[in-house]
Protein backbone atom coordinates (compact mmCIF):
# COMPACT_ATOMS: atom_id res chain seq x y z
CA UNK A 1 0.00 0.00 0.00
CA UNK A 2 1.49 3.39 -1.29
CA UNK A 3 1.15 6.39 1.72
CA UNK A 4 2.60 9.70 0.60
CA UNK A 5 2.17 12.26 3.94
CA UNK A 6 3.10 15.71 3.82
CA UNK A 7 4.41 17.89 6.45
CA UNK A 8 6.05 21.53 7.38
CA UNK A 9 3.00 23.70 6.21
CA UNK A 10 2.09 26.36 8.09
CA UNK A 11 1.71 30.41 8.66
CA UNK A 12 4.67 32.27 6.78
CA UNK A 13 4.83 36.32 6.35
CA UNK A 14 5.47 37.17 2.75
CA UNK A 15 9.39 36.93 2.16
CA UNK A 16 9.69 34.21 4.28
CA UNK A 17 10.30 30.21 4.06
CA UNK A 18 9.46 26.86 4.76
CA UNK A 19 10.34 23.47 3.53
CA UNK A 20 7.73 20.64 2.92
CA UNK A 21 9.01 17.47 3.45
CA UNK A 22 7.07 14.13 2.00
CA UNK A 23 7.73 10.51 3.47
CA UNK A 24 6.84 7.93 1.15
CA UNK A 25 5.92 4.44 1.92
CA UNK A 26 5.17 1.28 -0.45
CA UNK A 27 7.32 2.82 -3.05
CA UNK A 28 10.87 4.35 -3.48
CA UNK A 29 10.77 7.91 -4.17
CA UNK A 30 14.37 7.29 -6.26
CA UNK A 31 12.37 5.46 -8.45
CA UNK A 32 9.39 7.70 -9.12
CA UNK A 33 9.15 10.95 -10.27
CA UNK A 34 7.79 13.14 -7.76
CA UNK A 35 5.55 16.10 -7.78
CA UNK A 36 4.77 18.77 -5.79
CA UNK A 37 1.21 20.48 -6.65
CA UNK A 38 -0.75 23.19 -5.33
CA UNK A 39 -4.16 24.23 -5.16
CA UNK A 40 -5.45 27.64 -3.74
CA UNK A 41 -8.78 29.36 -3.03
CA UNK A 42 -11.09 29.18 -5.96
CA UNK A 43 -8.16 27.40 -8.12
CA UNK A 44 -7.95 24.15 -9.90
CA UNK A 45 -4.99 21.70 -8.34
CA UNK A 46 -1.82 22.84 -10.52
CA UNK A 47 1.91 21.29 -10.94
CA UNK A 48 4.34 23.17 -8.50
CA UNK A 49 7.58 20.98 -9.14
CA UNK A 50 8.89 17.55 -9.84
CA UNK A 51 11.67 15.57 -9.92
CA UNK A 52 12.10 12.63 -12.10
CA UNK A 53 14.34 9.88 -11.06
CA UNK A 54 16.95 10.31 -13.07
CA UNK A 55 17.13 13.85 -11.57
CA UNK A 56 15.94 15.78 -13.95
CA UNK A 57 13.31 18.65 -12.33
CA UNK A 58 10.84 20.65 -13.49
CA UNK A 59 9.38 24.25 -12.30
CA UNK A 60 6.14 26.14 -13.22
CA UNK A 61 7.10 30.09 -14.10
CA UNK A 62 5.89 31.62 -11.09
CA UNK A 63 8.51 29.39 -8.59
CA UNK A 64 11.14 29.11 -10.59
CA UNK A 65 14.22 30.66 -8.69
CA UNK A 66 12.27 30.41 -5.79
CA UNK A 67 11.24 26.71 -5.08
CA UNK A 68 13.44 23.68 -4.81
CA UNK A 69 12.46 19.99 -5.18
CA UNK A 70 14.98 17.17 -3.91
CA UNK A 71 14.75 14.23 -2.38
CA UNK A 72 16.87 12.08 0.66
CA UNK A 73 17.22 8.81 -0.41
CA UNK A 74 17.93 7.73 2.39
CA UNK A 75 14.92 8.56 4.12
CA UNK A 76 12.76 8.12 1.38
CA UNK A 77 11.76 11.44 1.40
CA UNK A 78 11.11 14.20 -1.35
CA UNK A 79 11.24 18.00 0.07
CA UNK A 80 10.25 21.40 -1.72
CA UNK A 81 12.27 24.30 -0.30
CA UNK A 82 10.19 27.63 -0.82
CA UNK A 83 11.55 30.73 -0.66
CA UNK A 84 10.59 34.28 -0.84
CA UNK A 85 6.93 33.53 -0.86
CA UNK A 86 4.23 35.33 -1.80
CA UNK A 87 0.63 35.84 -0.51
CA UNK A 88 -0.23 34.24 -3.67
CA UNK A 89 1.71 30.93 -2.84
CA UNK A 90 -0.99 30.49 -0.16
CA UNK A 91 -2.57 27.24 -1.14
CA UNK A 92 -2.88 23.35 -0.09
CA UNK A 93 0.04 21.89 -1.25
CA UNK A 94 0.42 18.18 -2.40
CA UNK A 95 3.23 15.27 -2.67
CA UNK A 96 2.53 13.11 -5.94
CA UNK A 97 4.01 10.39 -7.51
CA UNK A 98 4.52 7.80 -10.60
CA UNK A 99 5.72 5.72 -12.20
CA UNK A 100 5.68 7.82 -15.39
CA UNK A 101 7.07 11.42 -15.37
CA UNK A 102 4.04 12.03 -18.66
CA UNK A 103 1.50 11.37 -16.04
CA UNK A 104 3.02 13.47 -12.97
CA UNK A 105 3.82 16.08 -15.98
CA UNK A 106 -0.23 15.56 -16.88
CA UNK A 107 -1.65 15.90 -13.47
CA UNK A 108 -2.72 12.23 -13.32
CA UNK A 109 -0.18 10.67 -10.99
CA UNK A 110 -1.11 7.68 -9.33
CA UNK A 111 -0.23 8.42 -5.90
CA UNK A 112 -1.09 11.73 -3.53
CA UNK A 113 -0.71 12.78 -0.06
CA UNK A 114 -4.17 14.22 1.69
CA UNK A 115 -1.84 17.59 1.35
CA UNK A 116 -0.48 20.31 4.09
CA UNK A 117 -1.84 24.10 4.17
CA UNK A 118 0.67 26.55 3.30
CA UNK A 119 -0.59 30.65 4.00
CA UNK A 120 1.56 33.47 3.17
CA UNK A 121 0.13 36.55 4.90
CA UNK A 122 1.02 39.51 7.07
Known amino acids: QVQLVESGGGLVQPGGSLRLSCVASGIIVSSYTMGWYRQGPGNQRELVAA???????HYVGPVKGRFTISRDNAKNTVYLQMNSLKPEDTAVYYC????????????????WGPGTQVTVSS
Open 51 to 57: LTSTGNT
Open 96 to 111: AADSLTTKVRGNTPAY
